[in-house]
């Protein structure tokens, strides 16, 4: 089933706080990251709130890795942020692995 993904913003002082309800597929992802880029322009903090999101597909992970290595605070269920940040980490190591191995 899928559910409809919704981007609510929220300002308050100097930070911008982006609430993800629903999927964050390639879509919404975009979206998020379309706004994420106005929000740098305007020299915000912007932190990125995944405690409503339901799902998130490849493009929307790699969206939120680039945004956590910029320094964008991410919330949402601990365990899985973990989970999907140690998963990446892992997939670079493999990668670099592969390249020092094919450069050898």
Do not use: H
Not at 12 to 31: D, N, P, Y
Not at 56 to 63: E, V
């Amino acid at each position: 089933m899928n559910t409809v993904p919704k981007i609510d913003v929220q300002m308050v002082g100097l930070t911008i706080r982006f609430i993800v309800q629903g999927e964050l597929t390639q879509v919404a992802a975009i979206l998020l990251e379309k706004s994420w880029e106005w929000a740098e322009r305007s020299g915000r903090t912007v932190l990125v709130d995944l405690r409503a999101a339901t799902f998130i597909d490849a493009f929307g992970r790699d969206l939120l890795i680039r945004m956590r290595e910029s320094g964008i605070g991410i919330e949402g269920p601990g365990l899985v942020l973990r989970a999907m940040f140690e998963e990446a980490a892992a997939d670079v190591g493999a990668k670099d692995k592969r390249r020092a191995y094919a450069e050898a």
